[in-house]
């Protein structure tokens, strides 16, 4: 199959923006409960509608008062918190636009941000980012004002609008149309500088609508309780933001985590004890691992593979019940995993939260056999697919048919296209307006409204896509073999103790790895066999760490021919991170930094 299209379930909004929701679910269920936010003791704190909706419209007051005007451009450089969410709809609502800057951003990268977009105002979180800021902004002549998120500006603010008129700030919302711009969003970038995405009203309206209209039950625990969600993904991303949109217009309690650390993640995740949760296959894998590390330490190891194996036979022969290949699950099967259930899956639920029955992954590609061992456990993964050029999900696995290792079918209303060169295209309203700008680059990546992705992927018979690679990553040996380095690297990666590996191989004799390792999985690995604590230039060099690396190497070359496998590799003593220029805010790997930063070693891998 070269093309699917979903019917929609959405239509384009006739009128209005994203602030309105707001608005019009404060005046139909004033009582009902919208956001969760923490109080200074750490507690739990239920807001309703009606104090969401008087937050936005005494912000947007104060916000005209102090000079931002329809729009403008204001960016706001922080982590994942209530106050952001608060910023967003207050500034949509006085038809301003909003700029969202990574916290981790360098100097460089915020001024290359500030300039481009023009912003007139800047919110930071703290002194950090407020002193970043005092290193540029004499470059910056349009940006007239900051405020910072640990000095409370919300009261300030506030208190500055209070003369202001509720119906001037109406005046600004209602002239907001579905057209115009809400956000203009950095793309990270892996190579090159960073182009904005300018991404309207109506893409994020439609989106959001989109998902909730077709997954909304999935977001309940049960039939019936109430939906929540615990946000922790960055809403500088376009994933988090639409995750945000979405649980505003969809009447899901929201809450945020600014900290995406298990110390911190864990503990809110108890408290707060969403109903469904949407994240990178990151935190799955941690999730995942910290289970089977805790069973290792009790001496558990044996039962745990077991119920390991036991539950991705069980959510393998559920799938192909659900495509009528199969008669589900056997009755032995069913027993054995009853018995698991007590005993190893409740606790992996519990340990997010206890009622989270579904979730949602993007980001990044998830392992089949991880997809499995989640949906046997109790949590089924929706895995889905897309770009800040897409307004997010362009693609997810429909709820009543996940077919995992896969990232699902066109989400409703869009299509997707299989080009030629096997790259990915996109149609639909999600599909963004262009690179601020940058006409050149827009014009190289929308054709007549089709997006054209830079992934490389694959249509079944149904529908469902995988990606296989990007255009730009495949490298090509000096034999002139091309190989796509996705799937090798995601297969090391699957071993508890890699965190991250990057395939070289361009105009080489042959493909060879970069791997890093995983330093809490590494200190149980090294307690449990009794060795005692190594210092990172001595892991490198441990000869049955090195044969642990070499399993997952050996088992990444599976999936290929000979001439695509992994030949040699390299232990790093120290991860690749986003302060050093090696991954992007979003964690994928910086290639081409990564090879610069790490010649030597590359260049040892081809000696001999």
């Known amino acids: 199959m070269r093309e699917f299209t979903s019917p929609p379930l959405a239509s384009a909004p006739p009128v209005g923006g994203l602030a309105d929701v707001v608005f019009d679910h404060a005046l139909d269920d004033p009582t009902r409960v919208a956001l969760g936010r923490k109080d200074d003791a750490g507690r739990w704190r239920d807001v309703t509608r009606a104090e969401f909706r008087d937050e936005v419209l005494g912000l947007a007051k104060g916000l005209l008062a102090q000079g931002v005007r329809f729009g403008d451009r204001v960016a706001i450089m ?65 940006l007239s004002r900051m405020w910072q998120l640990d000095r409370d500006p919300v009261a300030e603010i506030t208190a500055s609008g209070t003369h202001i008129d509720d119906e001037v700030v109406h ?18 970038g892996t190579t090159g500088r960073p182009k904005g995405c300018v991404i309207s009203h109506a893409n994020f309206m439609f989106e959001a609508d989109t ?95 077991k119920a390991v194996e036991c539950a991705v036979r069980y959510a393998d022969a559920q799938e192909a019940k659900a495509f009528g290949t199969g008669p589900g699950p056997s009755a032995s099967l069913r027993v054995q995993h009853s018995v698991f259930d007590k005993l190893v899956y409740s606790k992996v639920r519990d340990a997010m939260g206890g009622k989270v029955r579904h979730a949602m992954s993007g980001g990044s590609g998830m392992d089949r056999r991880l997809g499995l061992f989640f949906a046997g456990a109790g949590v089924t993964i929706y895995e889905g697919y897309g770009l800040t050029e897409s307004t997010a999900a362009a693609a997810a696995n429909p709820p009543e048919q996940t077919r995992y290792g896969t990232v699902g079918r066109a989400v409703p209303g869009t299509t997707v296209h299989i080009a030629d060169d096997g790259e990915v295209w996109l149609y639909g309203p999600n599909v963004f307006q262009g690179y601020l700008n940058d006409p050149k680059a827009t014009d190289a990546t929308l054709h007549d409204g089709w997006l054209a992705t830079g992934d490389l992927g694959a249509l079944d018979e149904d529908g469902y896509l995988t990606i296989t690679g990007r255009k730009k990553e495949i490298l090509v040996t000096s034999g002139g073999k091309s190989v796509s380095p996705q799937q090798l690297e995601e297969r090391v990666r699957d071993h508890p103790l890699v965190a991250q590996c990057i395939v070289v191989g361009n105009d080489r004799p ?35 760490l090195e044969t642990e690396v070499r399993r997952a190497v050996v088992a990444a070359n599976t999936l290929v021919s000979q001439a695509e496998s992994i030949r040699t590799f390299r232990i790093l003593a120290y991860q690749f991170t986003e302060e050093h220029g090696l991954l992007t805010p979003s964690l994928k790997l910086k290639r081409k930094a990564i090879e610069e930063a790490y010649a030597e070693e590359v260049e040892a891998l081809y000696r001999g």
């Open 78 to 142: 922080s982590r994942t918190r209530y106050e952001w969410t608060l910023f967003d709809f207050a500034l949509w609502t006085v038809g301003a636009q909003v700029v969202p800057i990574y916290p981790t951003a360098s100097a460089e990268q915020v001024f290359w941000t500030l300039y481009d977009a023009q912003v007139s105002a800047v919110l930071v979180e703290h002194e950090d980012h407020a002193m970043t800021m005092a290193t540029v902004i004499d470059r910056l002549p349009s």
């Open 211 to 305: 998902m909730v209209g077709r997954w909304e039950p999935v977001f309940h625990s049960k039939r019936g309780d109430e939906a929540k969600t615990l946000l922790f993904l960055p809403l500088a991303h376009v994933f988090g933001r639409m995750v945000q949109i979405a649980a505003i217009r969809g009447g899901v309690m929201l809450g945020h985590q600014p900290q995406l650390n298990a110390a911190a993640l864990l503990p809110d995740l108890q408290a707060f004890r969403p109903t469904f949760i949407l994240a990178v296959p990151y935190i799955f894998e941690k999730v995942f691992n910290a289970a089977r590390r805790k069973a290792e330490k009790d001496g558990k190891t044996g039962p745990f593979d």
């Open 510 to 544: 042959y493909v060879a790895a970069l791997v890093t390792l995983d330093s809490e999985a590494v200190e149980h690995w090294l307690t449990m066999r009794g060795k005692p604590p190594l210092k990172p230039a001595q892991l490198v060099h441990d000869p049955d």
């Open 171 to 188: 005046r600004h919302r209602r002239a907001v149309t579905p057209d115009a711009v809400a956000t203009i969003i950095y793309t990270s």
